[in-house]
């Protein structure tokens, strides 16, 4: 099973300050995926196939990386931007798994 | 437009079981896998397990082989899990989840399960 560490587990930033969130992999997948989930809401799609935003996410979230290493980052925070943030990914040698996500506050 | 439909929450005893629903609208459920995901707070995310309707293939976590049974019926664009031998760490928000090209496009609301005498 490849294991997906987030990190931090928690952090706060302040309106307009840059985020990057980490995500990595115990083994290389090919792709990594990025969901928001606020309190009592299911998860969204937020970024797909490591860098394609998803429907309706603002274009300051952006994806990278490869191998074992990816990450989201958020150029711009903004209040709305709360939420907690889970990595995924799915290979053929391994059940899908997720990070154990990434609580993020504004300051 | 695609959307998922969960049925509301279930109070159960430790030791019972329970069967949780989730109707599909806006596509056929036989073109895509339909996926579980638990839920609880303090643990994050746990992928359970998949159907494919249009055969009744599943397969599952490790950890969840014995718990989890999931089943579709496609006449009425449905999939469902049960759950067995509840205890308390069972207790949690279960999500279905539409699968494609290796992840999650559509979300159900979630049902919430809670296990206590």
């Known amino acids: 099973e490849i294991v997906l560490t987030q990190s931090p587990t928690t952090m706060a930033a302040s309106p307009g300050e840059k985020v990057t969130i980490t995500c990595r992999a115990s083994?290389?997948?090919?792709?990594m995926h990025w969901y928001q989930q606020k309190p009592g809401a299911s998860p969204k799609p937020w970024i797909y196939?490591?860098?394609k935003l998803a429907s309706g996410v603002p274009n300051r979230f952006s994806g990278s990386g490869s191998g074992t290493s990816y990450s989201l980052t958020i150029s711009s925070m903004e209040t709305e931007d709360t939420a907690t943030y889970y990595c995924?990914?799915?290979?053929?040698?391994?059940?899908?798994?997720f990070g154990s996500g990434t609580k993020l506050e504004i300051k | 437009e695609v959307q998922l439909q969960q049925s509301g929450p279930e109070l159960r005893r430790p030791g019972s079981s329970v069967k949780l629903s989730c109707k599909a609208s806006?596509?056929?459920?036989?073109?895509?896998?339909m996926h579980w995901v638990k839920h609880r707070p303090e643990h994050g995310l746990e992928w359970i397990g998949w159907?494919?309707?249009?055969?009744?293939?599943?397969k599952y976590a490790q950890k969840f082989q014995s718990k989890a049974t999931l089943t579709a019926d496609t006449s009425s664009n449905t999939a469902y899990m049960q759950l067995s031998s509840l205890t308390s760490e069972d207790t949690a928000t279960y999500f279905c989840?539409?699968?494609?090209?290796?992840?999650?496009?559509?979300w159900g609301p979630g049902t919430m399960v809670t296990v206590s005498s």
């Open positions: 159907i494919d309707p249009e055969d009744g293939e599943t």
């Open positions: 083994s290389s997948v090919s792709y």
């Open positions: 989840a539409r699968f494609v090209d290796w992840y999650f496009d559509f």
């Open positions: 995924q990914q799915w290979s053929s040698n391994s059940p899908i798994t």
């Open positions: 806006g596509y056929s459920i036989t073109d895509y896998l």
């Open positions: 196939d490591t860098s």
